[in-house]
C-alpha cells in the first residue's frame, strides 16, 4: 500500500506512534514535507471531519487522531517552509473567541516560523481586546485569526473593530483563514488578507514584511 495513504489510515485510527514512524518513513524515502502533509496527514484529517459531519465518529475519535496528525507535524516542521522567501517581522495569531480549533493556526504559525517570522501565539478562545493589547504590546506588523466555526467568524469583524476603535488599525495587516472563510468574507469585513492554507499565509506575511 501507498505509504502516504497508510500515514492517512494510522492517523484516522489514531495511531499516533504508528503515524510517526511512517512519516519518517517517508522523510526517509526522500518524498517532500509538503507532499507528506497534504497527501498523508491533512487527508487523513479530511475524513476525519466528513465521518465527524455524519456522526459516524465523536469528539473523543477527533481529538485522538488530532494528536496522530500533531504527532506526524511536529517531525515535518523543520522541513517545511524552508524554501522561498524570508523576512524579519513580528507576528501576533490566535484563534478567535468562542473557537477551540488550533491545528491549522499551529500550522500557520510552523509556516511563518520557517520564514524567519517572531510569531507570538496567544492560542485559542482570544477576545477581540486581546490581539489588540498584544499588538500594541509586541509592536507587531500582522494579525492573524483563525476560525473553524462559521458561528465564530463573525468574530473576526469584531477584531477589526476593535483595531479601528483603539485607533491603530493602519499599522498592523490583519489577516484572516480556517475552513469556512473565503475572500469575500474577508472583504466584507474590512480584513486585510484571506489566504486558504498555512503556506500561502506565510508567503502574504512576507510579502507585508518585506
Ligand atoms: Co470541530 N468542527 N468542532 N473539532 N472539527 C469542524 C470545524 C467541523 C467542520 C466538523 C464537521 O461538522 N464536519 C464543524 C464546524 C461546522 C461549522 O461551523 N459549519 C465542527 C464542529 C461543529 C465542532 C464542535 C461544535 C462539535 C461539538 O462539540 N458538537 C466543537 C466546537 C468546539 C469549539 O471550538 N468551541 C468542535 C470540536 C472539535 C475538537 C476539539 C474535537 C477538534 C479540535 C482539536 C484541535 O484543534 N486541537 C475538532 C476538529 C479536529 C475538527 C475537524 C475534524 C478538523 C479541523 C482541522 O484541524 N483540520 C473539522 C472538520 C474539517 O475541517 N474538515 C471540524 C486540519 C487543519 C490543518 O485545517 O484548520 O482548516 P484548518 O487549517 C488550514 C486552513 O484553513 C488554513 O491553514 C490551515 C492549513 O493549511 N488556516 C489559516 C487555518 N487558520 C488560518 C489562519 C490564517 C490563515 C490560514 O490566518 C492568516
Given at each position: 500500500?501507498?505509504?502516504?495513504?497508510?500515514?492517512?489510515?494510522?492517523?484516522?485510527?489514531?495511531?499516533?506512534?504508528?503515524?510517526?514512524?511512517?512519516?519518517?518513513?517517508?522523510?526517509?524515502?526522500?518524498?517532500?514535507?509538503?507532499?507528506?502533509?497534504?497527501?498523508?496527514?491533512?487527508?487523513?484529517?479530511?475524513?476525519?471531519?466528513?465521518?465527524?459531519?455524519?456522526?459516524?465518529?465523536?469528539?473523543?475519535?477527533?481529538?485522538?487522531?488530532?494528536?496522530?496528525?500533531?504527532?506526524?507535524?511536529?517531525?515535518l516542521k523543520p522541513l517545511l517552509a524552508q524554501s522561498g522567501s524570508r523576512a524579519s517581522g513580528r507576528v501576533v495569531i490566535g484563534t478567535v473567541k468562542g473557537d477551540l480549533h488550533d491545528i491549522g493556526k499551529n500550522?500557520?504559525?510552523?509556516?511563518?516560523?520557517?520564514?524567519?517570522?517572531?510569531?507570538?501565539?496567544?492560542?485559542?478562545?482570544?477576545?477581540?481586546?486581546?490581539?489588540?493589547?498584544?499588538?500594541?504590546?509586541?509592536?507587531?506588523?500582522?494579525?492573524?485569526?483563525?476560525?473553524?466555526?462559521?458561528?465564530?467568524?463573525?468574530?473576526?469583524?469584531?477584531?477589526?473593530?476593535?483595531?479601528?476603535?483603539?485607533?491603530?488599525?493602519?499599522?498592523?495587516?490583519?489577516?484572516?483563514?480556517?475552513?469556512?472563510?473565503?475572500?469575500?468574507?474577508?472583504?466584507?469585513?474590512?480584513?486585510?488578507?484571506?489566504?486558504?492554507?498555512?503556506?500561502?499565509?506565510?508567503?502574504?506575511?512576507?510579502?507585508?514584511?518585506?
Open positions: 500500500m501507498d505509504l502516504l495513504h497508510e500515514i492517512s489510515l494510522q492517523l484516522q485510527a489514531g495511531k499516533a506512534k504508528v503515524v510517526k514512524s511512517l512519516v519518517q518513513q517517508a522523510i526517509d524515502e526522500g518524498i517532500p514535507a509538503q507532499e507528506i502533509l497534504e497527501q498523508g496527514l491533512l487527508a487523513g484529517m479530511n475524513i476525519i471531519g466528513i465521518k465527524f459531519k455524519n456522526n459516524e465518529i465523536f469528539v473523543p475519535e477527533v481529538l485522538i487522531a488530532a494528536r496522530a496528525m500533531n504527532m506526524g507535524v511536529s517531525l500550522l500557520v504559525k510552523m509556516m511563518m516560523e520557517g520564514k524567519g517570522l517572531e510569531v507570538i501565539d496567544l492560542g485559542t478562545d482570544v477576545a477581540p481586546e486581546a490581539y489588540v493589547q498584544a499588538a500594541l504590546d509586541s509592536q507587531c506588523q500582522i494579525v492573524c485569526c483563525s476560525a473553524l466555526l462559521t458561528t465564530t467568524m463573525p468574530v473576526m469583524q469584531d477584531v477589526v473593530k476593535a483595531f479601528e476603535a483603539a485607533g491603530i488599525r493602519d499599522k498592523v495587516k490583519i489577516m484572516i483563514g480556517g475552513a469556512p472563510v473565503t475572500d469575500t468574507f474577508c472583504q466584507q469585513i474590512g480584513a486585510d488578507a484571506y489566504t486558504p492554507d498555512a503556506t500561502t499565509a506565510a508567503e502574504k506575511a512576507v510579502e507585508f514584511c518585506a
